[in-house]
DNA sequence: CCATTAAAGGATT
DNA sequence: AATCCTTTAATGG
């Protein structure tokens, strides 16, 4: 196994304020791993043995009910830990990662997690407000469930995803990975045939440009404005 | 306003 | 060719 290099996660936010040499201390415990698209990085209620780094790709973190529909809880994109079940208190993990694109993490064993956090209360807190943000990201999400229209969820859906992952282009900001109509569906509480409609309505409107699992926005203010429009 | 169903065309493998 | 993704239209809650 290649030795990494410190460079390769000092910037990232759970690393912020750590010296060189916790870094190094932190990497020789790593074991980096490939996950291909579609792949299962962990599943739910597995035993959470490892915890990860996301270094590139992104993953999505999926619920599955028990008729077998899937609910889309967020994505979470290079540079974010995922699996941190210790950190929650938690022996298992407590929903699916799967892999929406190819992806390249570390990954730690979950045992050392304590003698991390006591060795590093920069990482312990760093650890609390990623925990603080997934979890305000998801109360915001609970209300918007129970009070927004369809047509808003989705352009909420659609503006975070620019906003985590999205990449400027020539055209505006394309949202960086094969995302389909049944995914936003899955996201938002409603069906890929509502979303298709939607999206196809924004694009006569000039706002996104969307094709075949891409989609592109043009005009991010006025889906603003759409999302926070109220009914 | 939105879900469901059905049908059909395009894209992908 | 088989499968998946998207669009469109009709119907009904």
């Known amino acids: 196994m290649s030795r990494l290099d ?3 996660i000092a910037d990232l936010p759970p690393f912020a304020g750590m010296d060189r ?6 990497l020789a415990k790593a074991v980096s791993v490939r996950h291909p698209k579609d792949s299962h990085i962990f599943r739910e209620a597995e035993k959470a043995n490892s915890f990860f780094l996301l270094l590139d790709g992104f993953v999505r973190v999926v619920k599955v009910t028990p008729d077998g529909e899937q ?3 967020r994505y979470i994109a290079a540079g974010e830990l995922l699996g ?3 950190a929650l208190g938690r022996e298992t993990y407590p929903a699916n990662a799967v892999a929406a694109a190819d992806c390249v993490l570390l990954s730690w064993r979950s045992s050392i997690w ?7 209360p920069g990482f312990a807190t760093n650890t609390y407000s990623l925990v603080g943000e997934r979890l305000v990201g998801t109360q915001d999400r609970v209300v918007e469930l129970a009070t927004e229209r369809v047509e808003q969820r989705v352009a909420n859906a659609v503006l975070n995803l620019a906003r985590q992952t999205g990449r400027k282009t020539e055209d505006g900001i394309l949202i960086d990975f094969l995302i389909s109509r049944q995914d936003i569906s899955e996201m938002t509480g409603t069906t890929l045939h509502t979303v298709s409609r939607l ?3 924004w694009e006569t409107k000039g706002w996104i440009k969307s ?5 592109t926005i043009i005009e991010g203010h006025e889906l603003m404005m759409l999302a926070t429009a109220r009914s």
């Open 6 to 8: 410190p460079s390769l």
């Open 114 to 120: 304590d003698a991390i956090v006591s060795t590093h």
């Open 84 to 86: 941190i079940a210790k």
């Open 199 to 201: 999206l196809s309505s």
């Open 71 to 73: 609910v889309i809880i």
């Open 21 to 26: 040499q916790s870094l190094e201390g932190m």
């Open 211 to 215: 094709g075949r699992q891409r989609i």
